[in-house]
């Protein structure tokens, strides 16, 4: 049976703290069928429908006043096919959940993103990336999807069974429907060996294209106010096995990273001027450092600073010109950034509203920790991004429309008539929804 909370109190926050919805009523169904038949309802009532995961989109992308469903029970791996190397899992699926199962069956995803604190079916609706120079998004792993749409009905898609949906649905921004299952693209579980260390911020950008091509996996952080950066290089290893210790991954995982960093952005909210002189230290804390293990380890770490993000991905070859500008900005304004920009690259993929789609990419994001006032960062930093045609991340904060993304999507049209197909009574519609694709 499912569970159903209706009442005038009940508020959804998401964990930015930046989204709040009072949806008519939340349901947590327990089957596809349970999810299929409130959709079902939902229509009858003449309510909206979105289905929300762990909450970490900081866009209003899962939020509404209609019927809100939560797929906690909606978890766990249908079907590990070893033959075809696919492993089929639950929407409601916590990331974390998945790469754990995976690794005790000896098995991995190629790539993944940095946290894994999300479902698989917000990270991959979403668009979430990790970095890499041939291995692409979470979603480019997907080999099939189910999901019910707005009638109701179960439809099920792959290269060969509802192509066209399975072009867009990929990355569906929980608009053609709601996804129930996804069949990942695995492989044998193998050693990332990750070389972490510090690096002059000029140097990263004279030597970008090189670090980009000798590395299958290259990202940087850059800490404003300095001309310091933290470079992480991720490669394939034979071995052996040489995690972080314990007792280092404490210390600089989580005393220094998480610990001693929220003090830092707590005296920087409280007393802005000091954040040069703390990002001045701060860009010096963390040391050179090389460890071997399993992907999940390597390609993701612990955020317990609460922020809010925005990311735009850039064509690969102007994200150097694009950072000198965004750095030249914070210097001439005033602005006091206490957050590291985070510089990741993807190579192009096929999926209809990837921020990758057609070209290869690479992404810039900048943070401000939650509390502290964004706009005037943000602002100053979209106005960079879109001179380059960025395409902002889809649970990231932008203010961009659909004649913007209309201009910078090749195929938004694409996405736009399946949409039309798919939920002509705009079912799965709320704010964002509208604003991104149009009525």
Known sequence: MSSTASGKNAVWRNWGGNVVARPAREVTPASVDELAAEVRRAAEDGLK??????????TSIAATDGV??????????????????????????????LNMALAREGLSLTNMGDIMEQTVSGATSTGTHGTGRESASIAAQIKGLELVTADGSVLTCSEKENPDVF?????????????????????PIFLLTAREEPMPFDRVLADFDELWAENEHFEFYWFPHTGSTNTKRNNRSAGPRRPVSRFAGFVEDELLSNGVFQVAQWVGRAAPATIPAIAQVSSKALSARTYTDIPFRVYTSPRRVRFLEMEYALPREAVTEALRELKAMVDRSGLRVSFPVEVRTAPADDITLSTASGRDSAYIAVHMVKGTSYSKYFTAAEHIFTAYEGRPHWGKIHTRDAEYFASVYPRF??????????????????????????A
């Open 49 to 58: 429908v979105k289905a929300v995961g762990s909450g970490h989109s900081f």
């Open 68 to 97: 809100l469903i939560r797929p906690q029970l909606l978890t766990g791996i249908r079907d590990v096919d070893r033959e075809n190397m696919t492993v089929t899992v639950e929407a409601g699926t916590p990331l974390k959940r």
């Open 167 to 187: 072009a867009a649905a990929r990355i569906g921004l929980g608009a053609l429907g709601i996804v129930t299952a996804i069949t990942f693209a695995v492989e």
């Open 413 to 438: 049209g694409e996405f736009t008539a399946l949409r039309d197909r798919l939920d002509p009574d705009r079912r799965f519609q709320n704010d964002y929804v509208r604003r991104v694709l149009g």
